[in-house]
């Protein structure tokens, strides 16, 4: 379900998204295919402290805009992005930050920063395409590559062959709002709707509205949202490293292991810790989420302008 989920669902908008989801799941159960029920696929890509790191580096919180980060990290395809609002590149950007090489087509020696980039295995993002990309990029796309026993992997690109990094990572980002492609590319790329939906509008925009008008109550939302974010990554990686040292640690002296006993005691005292804060900081924000609801009509109202206006 997950797999299909990657696949298929990411071009689609919430409402057909959740509707396949829901076909496939019936269809499962159907040919009587042992499954657990009421699955999400979206817990199956993403843990809670990765949607946690996701939103601590700048990705919208909405249900949507996490299931596109599952699947843009999820895919073994280029992932491209229909992205009109700029929501998704602008997480790429906060997420891989200086190690990232934007360009876009229009750039002079734009092939230069390209071939660059797939010899030095980096992370590339293309942005502001159109409906149709230039044909020097066709065997960066499909990934035509040549293994050579002894020398190995190179791209012909541009008419010269150039070595090829396994580690090269493309992004492609469009700003287009409904783009028609070839089925070429669809084949070649794995096609994401980042388009914004009305709950997650309404939700950035009641965040302008209290910033202009409390923007000390809009700071402190922001500060506690990312403080319970790092909770959940600090307990993520708590647990990671307890299994760790539990797996290497050997059965007959379990009970001698001074470092094993002691890392417990510390996991143990963080975790009571960090649920102490938590349970702290649920209280806080409460009565800050009070104070902004104040504020959410204008939200509303502005979200449903701006859908209004776009479908004219």
């Known amino acids: 379900l997950a797999s299909a989920f990657v696949g298929y669902v990411s071009p689609f908008s919430s409402r057909l998204r959740v509707s396949l989801c829901n076909a496939w799941t019936r269809d499962l159960v159907d040919r009587k295919v042992p499954m657990t029920d009421g699955i999400d696929p979206l817990t199956v890509l993403a843990s809670d402290a990765d949607i946690a790191g996701w939103q601590n580096e700048g990705l919208p919180a909405d249900r949507v805009s996490t299931e596109n980060a599952s699947v843009l990290t999820s895919c073994s395809r280029w992932p491209l992005m229909i992205d009109p609002q700029q929501q998704g ?6 997420r891989i930050g200086e190690y990232l090489i934007p360009l876009q087509l229009t750039m002079n020696k734009w092939i230069e920063k ?6 030095s295995g980096s992370q590339l993002l293309i942005e502001a395409i159109g409906e149709e990309l230039d044909a020097v990029l066709e065997p960066v796309l499909s990934r035509a590559v040549i293994k050579r026993s002894k020398q190995g992997l190179f791209l012909k690109l541009g008419g010269d062959e150039i070595e ?22 669809a084949a ?12 997650g509008l309404e939700e950035q925009i009641l965040a302008m509205v209290v910033n202009v008008e409390k923007p000390e109550l809009e700071q ?16 993520s990686r708590l647990e990671d490293e307890l299994l760790s040292q539990l797996t290497e640690a050997n059965p007959a002296t379990i009970l001698d292991n001074l470092p094993l006993i002691e890392g417990l005691e510390k996991t143990k005292a963080t975790s009571k810790e960090i649920a102490q804060q938590v349970a702290s900081a649920q209280n806080t924000e409460v ?7 104040l504020y959410r009509p204008v939200a509303a109202e502005g979200s449903i302008l701006f859908f209004l206006v776009n479908q004219l």
Request: glycine share 0%.
């Open 89 to 94: 590149v602008r997480w790429i950007k906060q």
């Open 114 to 119: 390209v071939v660059f980039a797939v010899q």
């Open 164 to 185: 090829y990094d396994a580690k090269f990572q493309l992004y492609l980002q469009s700003k287009l709002p409904n783009p028609h492609y070839r089925p070429e590319i």
């Open 188 to 199: 070649q790329c794995t096609i994401i709707n980042f388009i914004v939906t009305p709950t």
């Open 220 to 235: 402190q939302k922001q500060d506690l949202v990312r403080k319970q974010n790092e909770f959940k990554v600090v307990l």
């Open 287 to 293: 009565e800050i989420n009070y104070s902004r609801e």
